[in-house]
């Protein structure tokens, strides 16, 4: 082969096999992949939150549909968002609504109690929770802690637990009156008031082990409305509110209620107790609020949501209502002006 | 006489042609005319089926539920300058509109929704009772506190109107659907058009979006397209007369041209395709084609006619020089536009047959019956221009020293040569890179058929920033009620409200609409109490029944079929809107439904008889036609290449020939991506047609001129002169025909659409490269690797010396 065939040979071949290179390149294969985000500076505006609970320290605690929890350690500036993993499965499978958070009074114990029986626990202040057996399938509305030990829960069709024991076993109480319970509340270790359908009020004596009926349990009636919640101001005081703007009162300790009305045929979902100004807040249907300030009538405050208002939390001056559609209202003033967090 | 060195046979075809040109030239002539007649037929008008793929999964799904509504959806935003909507003046507009939207041509009647609509409800608890009321119907509230009431309504359910009144309350939407078959999109659009006019006025904007407008803005568009076209054809004769005029024939490409466009019309008309106007632009890049071949043609036929002195023998010779590398090149265009016909999208079927036709139909006009239209005219009269002044003839002078100094740019060894030679090399690899880089389906919100700043655009991006505006379904098929499995079982309906969920987490999702969440959930509020705790799926099937039954009852005739589709409630369609059409917003959609159905719902026992299909809706649509075009564009080119290199192994019979074009192809082609990254310009459905056209578009250059080389290389040339002599005469025929090509495609640069104003300057870079590697690069390899197929080997000898002998 002469030097001029050589080199036009290896010319060629370096040609030809560049271009097969190059084309080679053509078909190398692509991809991509997906995140999920953590921390929000909202509620998800398509989920709804139906429980509060403020720690002694400040930390906001939300619950919600689809095993959702929300925590704010900075005032509400940003959130935390977590499944809570309340069954086996991948995270999109945990889709249990949870309904109520409360925590013990020095804030080391808390519960969480939501739909089909759903009871999550923590010892650690809310840091780790973990599924406790509740022995119902009924949904549990809301849940009272008495102490880190004890606590009592209630919920759909006449649905009473409680415990004594951190949580490790869950008994069932009696309720007088085959209604769904949708609040619970106690003015000390003993002594607790729930609130249902048809109006009716029950009273426990024992810590949550056997309850009566205080108030209403007509449930022959069915013109009669519910009562989704109630409070007690003090040991005397309480105020229970229920469908179309329909209260219940009582000024003797529970003795006796009497009804009452709001200014609107509201319904209304949560009442609260500010500690600071001991106004009396109740909140509801298209996010309307009232408010009772000591020695005045009920007075409607200024409308800062138009959905459903679920729960209210305060603690000191510093309180937070939650509702449908990821509503988060909060107030740094004790209500004197609320703002939505978006 | 000489014969062809890139021949496909023996035969002297040139001989033949003119011995039976009375015979052919009549045969051709009657197709012709029978052609012409169907050219009549020709229909312009928009068939939105035809736009996708008939064998997607997504296609097909979306024809299977059609009953869900169609993927055409008109959106008409009315939006206030000052205050919000809540007015009696706006209010009552909004009801206008809603009206007057449904007695379009063509609206699904049972699919106009807004809040003036009957459908659009929401339902209200009272102690003992549960009702559904519509937000606006039948009146609009005429007392400030009427709409109060109505502003109360809106906002205490806006997660379920969201994509009627948008949330800054300063924007509202009417929908509506339309059925494909048979829709008149001139009618529609102008009577859009009328109801924008009747309701805009100083304080209230209009908008309008969906693909009925699209489409319909190519009719307004229409008039505007012509003039281009009609310009364009202008253009190209003008520069025809240019630089062909110094012969008296130099017509003759005009009018194969115009044959070859009878012939692909008349196919159109013939197979009863639709024409959209916005394709235009196709038949015009096919006549360029057709014009180019025909100038290459004429350019051969001169040079014959100068050499042998005599028309017959210089019309033969020239059948016999050009047929072949005119075949090849023509193969290399039909087989980049015959299989995007392969992706089964209807349209692109009828674009790439018709096409084909055209193609073969210049093959024969160009190069049969050119030669038979010459021969039966005069010889080509050399006619002489006015002389220029001697001032200018100094000019012309240095003109031709530089094009003299150009001419041998490839047979000087230097840096010169070697810049352009690893420059071509560079270009090469950014061009691939680009490729595989390269954006699928649509990158905007808006229609890239249209500039950006064009009116349907702002509307579009005017209505999306309040509303989502693509609809994507997803379509559950279970077992019948009162199985547990049934769409109204509490596990099926909580897995619905957890995909509602889970979609929200992406952006892009503005809305999923789903009888769980807009009927079920709602009403098992309102019959607890309205208890927002009851917000929730139905603890019960029997509960979940009972709302059905509620709502079937409580609810306007037809309304229960929008979430189920019968009564046996074994299928239901869940609605995610989407706030654009973009490929990575389609794309992830689906993959995050897939995750969702892989990890949430296979795994559950209790679902194990319901089915997930996804996606229909127009959103699946478009994912559709994504799906096909980016597998169907690198297929396409892929074919497009392996027909340019068998070709070229079997004409040049060589496999380095084969290779070196497909080099300068693949330098063409994968130089067009790097501009349409650079623009942003994706492959969709619009732009693949031309795209495809594009990619032979300019391949011949290279084949002429290297056939002409090697022609004169086995003619005894010393191979410098040689590339020389190609570059001055072939060469010349090249640059007159980029000339006439890119002067026929720059009106079309200054269309009102962006998809022609893109693709024109697409073809321009295309046909540009094309010519630079053909008239440069091609000629620097020659002359600096010297392959055995043009300038040595045995069979080229063998050829040369029984050339020698027969001469």
Same mark, same amino acid.
């Given at each position: 082969?002469?030097?001029?065939?050589?080199?036009?040979?290896?010319?060629?071949?370096?040609?030809?096999?560049?271009?097969?290179?190059? &084309?080679?390149?053509?078909?190398?294969?692509?991809?991509?992949?997906?995140?999920?985000?953590?921390?929000? $500076?909202?509620?998800?505006?398509?989920?709804?939150?139906?429980?509060?609970?403020?720690?002694?320290?400040?930390?906001? =605690?939300?619950?919600?549909?689809?095993? &959702?929890?929300?925590?704010?350690?900075?005032?509400?500036?940003?959130?935390? /968002?977590?499944?809570?993993?309340?069954?086996?499965?991948?995270?999109?499978?945990?889709?249990?609504?949870?309904?109520?958070?409360?925590?013990?009074?020095?804030?080391?114990?808390?519960?969480?109690?939501?739909?089909?029986?759903?009871?999550?626990?923590?010892?650690?202040?809310?840091?780790?929770?973990?599924? /406790?057996?509740?022995?119902?399938?009924?949904?549990?509305?809301?849940?009272?802690?008495?102490?880190?030990?004890?606590?009592?829960?209630?919920?759909? +069709?006449?649905?009473?637990?409680?415990?004594?024991?951190?949580?490790?076993?869950?008994?069932?109480?009696?309720?007088?009156?085959?209604?769904?319970?949708?609040?619970?509340?106690?003015?000390?270790?003993?002594?607790?008031?729930?609130?249902?359908?048809?109006?009716?009020?029950?009273?426990?004596?024992?810590?949550?082990?056997?309850?009566?009926?205080?108030?209403?349990?007509?449930?022959?009636?069915?013109?009669?409305?519910? =009562?989704?919640?109630?409070?007690?101001?003090?040991?005397?005081?309480?105020?229970?509110?229920? &469908?179309?703007?329909?209260?219940?009162?009582?000024?003797?300790?529970?003795?006796?209620?009497?009804?009452?009305?709001?200014?609107?045929?509201?319904?209304?979902?949560?009442?609260?107790?500010?500690?600071?100004?001991?106004?009396?807040?109740?909140?509801?249907?298209?996010?309307?609020?009232?408010?009772?300030?000591?020695?005045?009538?009920?007075?409607?405050?200024?409308?800062?949501?138009?959905?459903?208002?679920?729960?209210?939390?305060?603690?000191?001056?510093?309180?937070?209502?939650?509702?449908?559609?990821?509503?988060?209202?909060?107030?740094?003033?004790?209500?004197?002006?609320?703002?939505?967090?978006? | 006489?000489?014969?062809?060195?890139?021949?496909?046979?023996?035969?002297?075809?040139?001989?033949?042609?003119?011995?039976?040109? @009375?015979?052919?030239?009549?045969?051709?002539?009657?197709?012709?005319? @029978?052609?012409? =007649? *169907?050219?009549?037929?020709?229909?312009?008008?928009?068939?939105?089926?035809?736009?996708?793929?008939?064998?997607?999964?997504?296609?097909?799904?979306?024809?299977?539920?059609?009953?869900?509504?169609?993927?055409?959806?008109?959106?008409?935003?009315?939006?206030?300058?000052?205050?919000?909507?809540?007015?009696?003046?706006?209010?009552?507009?909004?009801?206008?509109?809603?009206?007057?939207?449904?007695?379009?041509?063509?609206?699904?009647?049972?699919?106009?929704?807004?809040?003036?609509?009957?459908?659009?409800?929401?339902?209200?608890?009272?102690?003992?009772?549960?009702?559904?009321?519509?937000?606006?119907?039948?009146?609009?509230?005429?007392? #400030?506190?009427?709409?109060?009431?109505?502003?109360?309504?809106?906002?205490?359910?806006?997660?379920?109107?969201?994509?009627?009144?948008?949330?800054?309350?300063?924007?509202?939407?009417?929908?509506?659907?339309?059925?494909?078959?048979?829709? +008149?999109?001139?009618?529609?659009?102008?009577?859009?058009?009328?109801?924008?006019?009747?309701?805009?006025?100083?304080?209230?904007?209009?908008?309008?979006?969906?693909?009925?407008?699209?489409?319909?803005?190519?009719?307004?568009?229409?008039?505007?397209?012509?003039?281009?076209?009609?310009?364009?054809?202008?253009?190209?004769?003008?520069?025809?007369?240019?630089?062909?005029? #110094?012969?008296?024939?130099?017509?003759?490409?005009?009018?194969?041209?115009?044959?070859?466009?009878?012939?692909?019309?008349?196919?159109?008309?013939?197979?009863?395709?639709?024409? +959209?106007?916005?394709?235009?632009?196709?038949?015009?890049?096919?006549?360029?084609?057709?014009?180019? $071949?025909?100038?290459?043609?004429?350019?051969?036929?001169?040079?014959? %006619?100068?050499?042998?002195?005599?028309?017959?023998?210089?019309?033969?010779?020239?059948?016999?020089?050009?047929?072949?590398?005119?075949?090849?090149?023509?193969?290399?265009?039909?087989?980049?536009?015959?299989?995007?016909?392969?992706?089964?999208?209807?349209?692109? /079927?009828?674009?790439?047959?018709?096409?084909?036709?055209? %193609?073969?139909?210049?093959?024969?006009?160009?190069?049969?019956?050119?030669?038979?239209?010459?021969?039966?005219?005069?010889?080509?009269?050399?006619? $002489?221009?006015?002389?220029?002044?001697?001032?200018?003839?100094?000019?012309?002078?240095?003109?031709?020293?530089?094009?003299?100094?150009?001419?041998?740019?490839?047979?000087?060894?230097?840096? %010169?040569?070697?810049?352009?030679?690893?420059?071509?090399?560079?270009?090469?690899?950014?061009?691939?890179?680009?490729?595989?880089?390269?954006?699928?389906?649509?990158?905007?919100?808006?229609?890239?058929?249209?500039?950006?700043?064009?009116?349907?655009?702002?509307?579009?991006?005017?209505?999306?920033?309040?509303?989502?505006?693509?609809?994507?379904?997803?379509?559950?098929?279970?077992?019948?009620?009162?199985?547990?499995?049934?769409?109204?079982?509490?596990?099926?309906?909580?897995?619905?409200?957890?995909?509602?969920?889970?979609?929200?987490?992406?952006?892009?999702?503005?809305?999923?609409?789903?009888?769980?969440?807009?009927?079920?959930?709602?009403?098992?509020?309102?019959?607890?109490?309205? *208890?927002?705790?009851?917000?929730?799926?139905?603890?019960?099937?029997?509960?979940?029944?009972?709302?059905?039954? &509620?709502?079937?009852?409580?609810?306007?005739?037809?309304?229960?079929?929008?979430?189920?589709?019968?009564?046996?409630?074994?299928?239901?369609?869940?609605?995610?809107?989407?706030?654009?059409?973009?490929?990575?917003?389609?794309?992830?959609?689906?993959?995050?439904?897939?995750?969702?159905?892989?990890?949430?719902?296979?795994?559950?026992?209790?679902?194990?008889?319901?089915?997930? $299909?996804?996606?229909?809706?127009?959103?699946?649509?478009?994912?559709?036609?994504?799906?096909?075009?980016?597998?169907?564009?690198?297929?396409?080119?892929?074919?497009?290449?392996?027909?340019?290199?068998?070709?070229?192994?079997?004409?040049?019979?060589?496999?380095?020939?084969?290779?070196?074009?497909?080099?300068?192809?693949?330098?063409?082609?994968?130089?067009?991506?790097?501009?349409?990254?650079?623009?942003?310009?994706?492959?969709?459905?619009?732009?693949?047609?031309?795209?495809?056209?594009?990619?032979?578009?300019?391949?011949?250059?290279?084949?002429?001129?290297?056939?002409?080389?090697?022609?004169?290389?086995?003619?005894?040339?010393?191979? +410098?002169?040689?590339?020389?002599?190609?570059?001055?005469?072939?060469?010349?025929?090249?640059?007159?025909?980029?000339?006439?090509?890119?002067?026929?495609?720059?009106?079309?640069?200054?269309?009102?659409?962006?998809?022609?104003?893109?693709?024109?300057?697409?073809?321009?870079?295309?046909?540009?490269?094309?010519?630079?590697?053909?008239?440069?690069?091609?000629?620097?390899?020659?002359?600096?690797?010297?392959?055995?197929?043009?300038?040595?080997?045995?069979?080229?000898?063998?050829?040369?010396? %029984?050339?020698?002998?027969?001469?």
């Amino acid at each position: 082969m002469t030097n001029l065939n050589k080199k036009r040979a290896t010319r060629q071949i370096t040609f030809v096999l560049s271009t097969c290179a190059l &084309l080679l390149m053509v078909y190398a294969p692509c991809g991509h992949s997906a995140m999920e985000a953590q921390v929000r $500076h909202a509620a998800p505006p398509w989920l709804s939150l139906f429980g509060t609970a403020v720690k002694p320290d400040g930390t906001i =605690y939300i619950v919600g549909s689809k095993a &959702l929890l929300l925590t704010s350690t900075d005032h509400g500036k940003t959130w935390i /968002q977590q499944t809570l993993k309340e069954r086996p499965g991948s995270a999109l499978f945990q889709d249990r609504d949870l309904y109520s958070i409360r925590f013990s009074e020095d804030g080391s114990a808390a519960w969480i109690v939501g739909e089909e029986g759903t009871i999550l626990f923590s010892n650690d202040g809310g840091k780790t929770w973990t599924v /406790q057996h509740s022995g119902t399938t009924k949904n549990l509305f809301k849940v009272a802690v008495i102490d880190p030990q004890t606590a009592v829960a209630v919920g759909a +069709d006449g649905t009473i637990l409680h415990t004594n024991d951190g949580g490790a076993h869950w008994q069932s109480a009696k309720s007088p009156k085959l209604i769904t319970l949708f609040d619970v509340t106690f003015t000390d270790k003993k002594t607790g008031w729930a609130a249902g359908e048809f109006s009716t009020i029950l009273t426990t004596k024992d810590g949550g082990q056997t309850w009566t009926v205080a108030s209403g349990g007509n449930t022959g009636d069915f013109t009669i409305g519910p =009562y989704f919640t109630l409070t007690f101001t003090d040991p005397l005081h309480a105020v229970a509110a229920g &469908l179309a703007g329909e209260l219940a009162v009582t000024e003797d300790g529970g003795k006796t209620w009497k009804p009452a009305k709001l200014p609107d045929q509201v319904g209304t979902y949560v009442v609260a107790t500010d500690p600071e100004s001991k106004r009396l807040w109740l909140g509801g249907n298209g996010g309307r609020m009232f408010v009772l300030s000591p020695g005045h009538q009920w007075q409607e405050a200024p409308r800062t949501t138009f959905h459903d208002l679920t729960d209210m939390a305060f603690a000191g001056n510093q309180g937070v209502a939650v509702g449908l559609n990821g509503t988060i209202l909060l107030t740094r003033n004790a209500g004197d002006q609320w703002q939505a967090v978006q | 006489m000489a014969s062809s060195s890139v021949k496909l046979t023996s035969v002297r075809i040139g001989d033949f042609v003119l011995r039976f040109r @009375a015979i052919i030239g009549g045969v051709l002539l009657a197709i012709s005319a @029978a052609a012409v =007649y *169907y050219c009549s037929q020709v229909t312009i008008r928009t068939n939105f089926d035809d736009f996708f793929p008939s064998y997607h999964p997504n296609v097909q799904l979306y024809e299977k539920w059609h009953r869900y509504g169609g993927a055409q959806t008109l959106s008409v935003m009315i939006q206030v300058k000052h205050g919000d909507i809540f007015n009696y003046d706006t209010l009552s507009k909004i009801q206008g509109i809603q009206r007057d939207v449904d007695k379009l041509p063509g609206v699904d009647h049972n699919e106009v929704l807004s809040i003036a609509s009957y459908r659009v409800s929401f339902s209200e608890t009272t102690p003992g009772s549960l009702t559904i009321k519509p937000f606006m119907f039948p009146e609009v509230p005429k007392t #400030q506190a009427g709409i109060e009431a109505l502003r109360n309504h809106v906002m205490a359910n806006r997660a379920n109107i969201s994509q009627y009144v948008s949330a800054d309350n300063k924007s509202a939407l009417v929908t509506a659907s339309f059925n494909e078959r048979g829709l +008149d999109y001139r009618r529609l659009f102008y009577q859009v058009r009328d109801i924008v006019n009747r309701y805009q006025d100083a304080n209230n904007d209009i908008f309008v979006s969906g693909e009925p407008m699209v489409r319909g803005y190519g009719y307004y568009y229409t008039p505007v397209l012509i003039v281009l076209f009609v310009a364009a054809l202008g253009v190209m004769v003008l520069i025809l007369w240019a630089t062909g005029s #110094q012969r008296s024939r130099w017509w003759a490409p005009i009018v194969t041209g115009t044959l070859s466009a009878i012939w692909g019309l008349g196919f159109v008309g013939l197979m009863g395709y639709d024409f +959209d106007p916005v394709m235009l632009v196709i038949p015009f890049i096919l006549t360029a084609r057709d014009m180019s $071949h025909g100038i290459q043609w004429q350019g051969r036929y001169h040079d014959e %006619l100068d050499r042998l002195g005599d028309k017959m023998a210089a019309c033969a010779a020239t059948t016999d020089f050009m047929l072949p590398p005119g075949l090849l090149s023509i193969l290399a265009d039909v087989s980049g536009i015959i299989f995007i016909s392969f992706g089964g999208i209807p349209v692109l /079927q009828h674009i790439a047959l018709a096409g084909t036709v055209w %193609l073969l139909g210049s093959l024969t006009m160009v190069f049969i019956f050119q030669p038979i239209l010459m021969s039966y005219l005069g010889v080509p009269e050399l006619r $002489h221009r006015k002389t220029r002044a001697r001032s200018q003839s100094q000019w012309m002078e240095r003109i031709i020293g530089a094009l003299d100094w150009f001419v041998h740019i490839p047979t000087r060894p230097g840096a %010169l040569r070697k810049v352009l030679l690893w420059g071509s090399a560079i270009f090469l690899i950014y061009g691939i890179v680009s490729g595989l880089d390269s954006k699928i389906g649509y990158s905007t919100p808006g229609t890239p058929l249209y500039k950006p700043n064009a009116k349907v655009n702002l509307d579009i991006a005017a209505v999306g920033k309040k509303f989502p505006l693509e609809d994507g379904w997803v379509i559950l098929t279970t077992p019948s009620y009162p199985d547990q499995q049934s769409v109204l079982g509490p596990n099926v309906l909580r897995m619905v409200s957890d995909m509602r969920s889970y979609l929200f987490n992406d952006p892009k999702v503005g809305q999923v609409v789903s009888f769980a969440s807009t009927v079920s959930e709602p009403f098992n509020q309102m019959f607890h109490y309205g *208890y927002p705790k009851y917000l929730a799926t139905p603890e019960s099937l029997e509960m979940s029944g009972n709302l059905w039954f &509620l709502f079937l009852n409580g609810s306007a005739p037809g309304e229960l079929e929008r979430f189920i589709s019968n009564r046996s409630n074994n299928d239901t369609c869940i609605r995610v809107l989407l706030r654009d059409h973009t490929y990575g917003t389609l794309n992830d959609i689906r993959a995050e439904i897939a995750r969702f159905v892989r990890e949430r719902v296979t795994p559950d026992p209790n679902l194990s008889h319901v089915q997930v $299909h996804y996606l229909a809706g127009i959103a699946g649509l478009y994912l559709a036609a994504n799906d096909v075009l980016k597998q169907l564009d690198f297929l396409n080119i892929s074919f497009v290449l392996a027909v340019v290199w068998l070709f070229c192994v079997i004409s040049f019979r060589s496999f380095v020939a084969g290779f070196m074009f497909l080099f300068s192809c693949v330098l063409a082609n994968f130089g067009a991506f790097i501009y349409m990254n650079a623009r942003g310009i994706g492959l969709t459905i619009d732009t693949i047609p031309v795209i495809s056209l594009g990619i032979g578009l300019g391949v011949d250059y290279g084949i002429y001129m290297v056939s002409r080389i090697r022609d004169e290389v086995m003619g005894g040339m010393e191979v +410098d002169d040689a590339i020389v002599l190609a570059l001055k005469s072939t060469g010349v025929a090249v640059f007159n025909t980029f000339l006439v090509m890119i002067g026929g495609i720059i009106p079309w640069v200054f269309s009102p659409l962006l998809f022609h104003s893109e693709m024109s300057t697409l073809l321009i870079f295309l046909m540009a490269t094309n010519m630079v590697a053909g008239v440069i690069i091609l000629p620097c390899y020659l002359s600096w690797a010297r392959p055995k197929f043009v300038f040595g080997g045995k069979s080229m000898i063998r050829e040369r010396e %029984l050339r020698a002998a027969a001469s």
